[in-house]
Structure formats: C-alpha cells, structure tokens
C-alpha cells in the first residue's frame, strides 16, 4: 500500500488549499482515511477522519473551516481547507490503518 500526500504549499490567511491522498493497493472507499499535522516542534494532531462509509470528523480547531471528500475513481481522497491561519502551517500526513504518506507542507502566512 502507497500513499501519495499532494497540494500543500505557501498560501496567505484566509485562503485555502486542497490537499490529495491518492491510494494505491488499497481501496479508499473500503476504509476510513484520517488526515494528521505536525507543526514545527509539536506533536503530531489529528485533524480530520472520514470512514469507510463517508462520515466526518473534524478536530474542533477546523470545524467549519475544512472538509473532507473522497473520488472513488481517482481513489483518492481531499482534505479541503478554507479560512487558512497561521496556526494551520505544518506537514499534513494522510493515514490508512498502517500506511503514511509522506507528508505535504502547507505554510500559511500574512
């Protein structure tokens, strides 16, 4: 199994980004999909969840402001983010069972 984190990337406040998780050996639909951060010099938080049946979750902190998606033909799935802070800037790592991918940076600046 392969994850394949993509879309991070410099944005000002208050705008947004669309991360990818692109899946390979593993069905997306068939399990559910959680997407974590790591700020600089924290721990990594968990950020959001999608199951297998295509319930949300969402860490208070971007309740309201990201969603979550899935594009069963392109097994992959979206982490949308909206309203941007600061506090948002870090790696984004998607997460199936086992399997990470690699991590995508978003940097949110003013």
């Known amino acids: 199994v392969q994850l394949q984190a993509s879309g991070g990337g410099l944005v000002q406040i208050g705008g947004s980004l669309r991360l990818s998780c692109a899946a390979s050996?593993?069905?997306?639909?068939?399990?559910?999909m959680t997407w974590y951060r790591q700020a600089p010099g924290k721990e990594r938080e968990l950020v959001a969840r999608?199951?297998?049946?295509?319930?949300?979750y969402f860490a208070d902190f971007v309740k309201g402001r990201f969603t979550l998606s899935r594009d069963i033909a392109k097994n992959s799935a979206f982490l949308q983010m909206h309203m941007l802070e600061p506090e948002d800037t870090a790696v984004y790592y998607c997460?199936?069972?086992?399997?990470w991918g690699q991590g995508t940076l978003v940097t949110v600046s003013s």
């Open positions: 050996e593993i069905n997306v639909s068939s399990t559910s």
């Open positions: 997460n199936i069972q086992e399997w």
């Open positions: 999608i199951s297998q049946r295509g319930g949300t």
